[in-house]
């Protein structure tokens, strides 16, 4: 036996010998006791809280915690009430996170069997400070309300036990995404997470791993789940975005303009946006519309009222002149998503416009409405050919015709078969000329094949041709000198789809999930 653990034996042999044996057990009974009516309590004010905001977390906010809601706030708290999976997409500074700790204690609180996981993009500061930092806060603020709950390190529950996996207590708990690992790793920290009531709270979700909303989505096939998932707005990519694309999510926008604070000038909110902030964002990242520009084009907007006339010092000490009514270009991305709360029309480091792509999908729509989906007459085409390699992927077939686009989706990864449908596909058009075949991996045997094929059942006279693209080659001579220069012939690829998106007024672009 090791040293260490020789007098508390003894001790217990000692508590265990005659009369003292009853004190030991009168003791640990007391011990019991005082913690089962703890629990009762804490079950019991569980019960008082959910008959009267259970529906109500607007309520709770204001009435429980004693804090001040805004516009924005009270929209995403009633999206999180009635919506499986809300994304809140936000300016800085409006109260996101606060509001957020203030959602996670609210659904602890009303729900006696309820787990709570509040996470954020790493590093762990992130979740710490901010996230953690504000249900703390409430902790401190308002310990009454948290008197009959364990209370340890990132963690307040109804009982010692930890947050395990399985286990039948309730908590609030942080949950931090591994910096290293593999993604099988990360998606298993928080995957099997499963209770009557669940909420998932991602803070910066824009830089959240895939493999944590993979985690998360095999948690919510079941009982009352809620996720709310809380970014700024920096660029269309992702899988955040993805889900708000494809309507995966209730989403909910938060704006400087709707904040009080910037609304009536006064610290109604203190560490919130504030008026001055705002209009000295106004002054450096956007101005004036002139005088026949677009009012419709993206970027512009309108100035608040409110801010008509204001003015506010430069970080130099000057004094900014004050704001004129009327609209406003925006000129640099960072107002459109610390400002607007919204997606820049063009990110610092995107290639193509958003703008450019709503003009040609507009252009396409209303081509639809009035020729339907008949490509232009005598014009021909060029087809472009993208071959699946792995069993996910689908084999792509885009034919353009000037302006206008098709596409042809297949699965399957036997390049003779896909060779054979795209044959298929060149016949049935009968005004393809030219085909491009991606020639990296598996399709590098695939334009020679078409051309085969193409000459077997049209014969000689036809003025097809088959070629393949590698990519990852030099790029084409071709390209005009003063267009710039490129690494690679992929890159040189974008940017004459860049340009002709850009130049081109008839280019014109279907419908897509992703656009």
């Avoid at 309590?41 to 001040?68: D, H, I, Q, W």
């Avoid at 700790?101 to 500061?125: D, G, I, M, N, R």
């Avoid at 014969?459 to 590698?470: D, E």
Wanted: glycine share 8%; hydrophobic share 40%; charged share 25%.
């Amino acid at each position: 036996m090791d040293d260490f653990l020789r007098p508390q034996v003894r001790e217990v042999e000692e508590l265990l010998k005659g009369g003292r044996r009853a004190e030991w057990i009168e003791r640990a009974m007391a011990e019991a006791w005082k913690e089962a009516q703890r629990i009762i309590a804490n079950m019991e004010e569980t019960r008082l809280l959910s008959e009267k905001y259970k529906e109500n977390p607007v309520g709770f906010c204001r009435e429980v915690l004693k804090e001040r809601t805004t516009v924005d706030t009270e929209r995403v708290m009633e999206s999180v009430l009635v919506n499986p999976v809300t994304i809140a997409r936000s300016s800085t500074g409006p109260g996101k996170s606060f509001c957020a700790a203030s959602l996670a204690t609210w659904f602890y609180k009303v729900h006696l069997e309820s787990k709570v996981y509040l996470t954020a993009a790493p590093p762990f500061e992130n979740l710490k400070r901010i996230l953690w930092g504000e249900v703390w806060a409430k902790v401190k603020r308002i310990r009454q309300l948290f008197k009959y709950d364990v209370i340890k390190n990132m963690y307040i529950g109804r009982s010692e036990e930890e947050a395990t996996d399985d286990g039948a207590n309730s908590f609030i708990v942080g949950w931090s995404i591994p910096g290293s690992g593999t993604s099988q790793e990360r998606e298993a920290k928080f995957a099997g997470k499963h209770a009557p009531q669940l909420f998932f709270v991602v803070d910066e979700g824009d830089a959240v791993p895939d493999d944590v909303y993979k985690g998360i989505e095999g948690c919510t096939s079941g009982g009352l789940y809620r996720v709310l998932i809380m970014f700024n707005p920096k660029i269309r990519a992702g899988i955040v975005y993805h889900k708000e694309a494809s309507r995966q999510a209730a989403v909910v926008h938060l704006s400087s303009f709707n904040h009080p604070n910037v609304q009536t000038g006064r610290n109604v909110i203190p560490g919130a946006v504030d008026r001055d902030t705002t209009i000295r964002r106004i002054n450096e990242w956007t101005r004036p519309l002139m005088i026949n520009e677009n009012e419709e084009a993206d970027g512009v907007y309108d100035l608040p009222d409110y801010l008509v006339g204001c003015s506010a010092t430069a970080p130099d000490g000057r004094a900014y002149p004050p704001l004129a009514a009327g609209k406003r270009k925006v000129e640099s991305p960072e107002f459109s998503y610390m400002v607007l709360g919204e997606y820049p029309t063009q990110g610092e480091q995107q290639l193509i416009s958003e703008d450019w792509i709503s003009q040609a999908r507009a252009r396409y729509d209303l081509y639809l409405s009035t020729y339907g989906a008949i490509p232009p007459r005598d014009v021909k085409g060029i087809l472009g050919l993208d071959i699946a390699e792995f069993g996910v992927d689908a084999n792509v077939a885009c034919t353009r015709y000037g302006g206008f686009i098709t596409f042809d989706k297949w699965r399957g990864i036997d390049t003779d078969e896909s060779s054979m449908r795209a044959t298929n596909l060149i016949i049935e058009k009968k005004d393809v000329e030219m085909v491009f075949v991606d020639a990296t991996g598996v399709g590098s045997g695939v334009a020679p094949s078409i051309m085969r094929q193409v000459r077997e059942r049209m014969g000689l006279v036809n003025n097809i041709r088959a070629v393949s693209v590698k990519t990852a080659n030099m790029p084409s001579k071709a390209l005009r000198a003063e267009e710039g220069e490129f690494q690679q012939l992929g890159d040189q690829l974008w940017w004459l789809m860049r340009e002709w998106l850009r130049v081109s007024n008839t280019a014109m672009l279907p419908n897509d999930r992703l656009l």
